[in-house]
């Protein structure tokens, strides 16, 4: 996962073929999210899931309008289910309040 937050856009994480993936990212100190930007490759999965979580333990849905309704959280966990196509999860990017 590393990849998608190294600050590279050259770089992905790419998740798997079959089954779609997931990638956490872990943020300390706790960060107040008001908005998000994922760059996802040209052809990948883009039926994405937005967790967070302040103790990883209960996750919640990212709520709409994040710039009008923040959330203060320490992990973000991004779920790319199966949908069938063949289409694999590729992220070059994760950008908190870009």
Known sequence: GWAAVDG???TAWVGQKAGGGY????YAPTLELGALA????????????YLYSLDALGWRPLPEGLETNPVTLNFL???FPDDG????????????NP
């Open 8 to 10: 590279d856009p050259e």
């Open 23 to 26: 990638v956490v990212v872990e």
């Open 38 to 49: 994922v760059d996802l490759a040209e052809g990948s999965l883009t039926n994405v899931e």
């Open 77 to 79: 966990w991004l779920v």
């Open 85 to 96: 196509s063949g289409a694999v999860p590729e992220v070059f990017e994760i950008r908190p």
